[in-house]
């Protein structure tokens, strides 16, 4: 089933997943299992790096249904959705670590446009029909000023450039903050385009045995994958 446009973009702030309601420790043991399930049918995102999925088909095939990351705190997560010879999906999930130089020296501005640039060279390169893109930015529980920036940053872009985007009020919360996940792990299941939240302390993962299963993964042209560094650029 392709990606629904309206599940992926947040049209309202009711859009964003909240946590659920952990008042027990049956609740709590559904909300761990359930991330567990994600960490193992998911492709992971490591703090400034990026996943290009450039195969949605092949990705859930593989039984990889969904592109997730964590410690977005106050970092941000980008999902990126290309669609292409009509209801095809590209998809992208690239992770801004709040103390990533690139961001303390203000360069998202030219490193997230020449992600999505390498998205749609890829499709073209296939000979495939450019459809819209659709971008929806997501925050952990305490964003603070540097989240507003990139944010900023890539809303920016997003207008400049007719990506579709979330309507302006959507991350408006009280005293002018912004609306955020109360977790700091996340989700998007690549069946549909839904976005999910996660347990962090569930999450037990070590970054280069995920570095080499995503290697694993490119060879078998699943999925493309690296740091969001100014050689995107």
Known sequence: MPIQANNFVFQGANDIPQLPQLNNRQAMRRFQASTQTIVNNGIYVPQQGYVIVSRTDRAI??????????SVNPCVAVYVLVK???????VALAHFDSDAIEVQNCLVGRVFPALVEKMHI???RRFAAVGNTYVQTLFGINPNNTSRQIRDSIRNTC???NYVISPNPVFNGPNNGLRAF?????ACD???GTHRIMSENAINIQDDVEEQRNQAYA???ILIAGRLTTSLA
């Open 159 to 161: 207008q400049q450039n």
């Open 182 to 186: 109360q977790s700091t792990a996340m």
């Open 84 to 90: 292409y010879n009509g209801d095809n999906d590209l």
């Open 190 to 192: 690549l069946r549909n």
């Open 122 to 124: 890829m499709l073209k």
């Open 219 to 221: 060879q078998q042209g």
């Open 61 to 70: 095939a593989a039984n990889r249904r969904y592109l997730y990351t964590n």
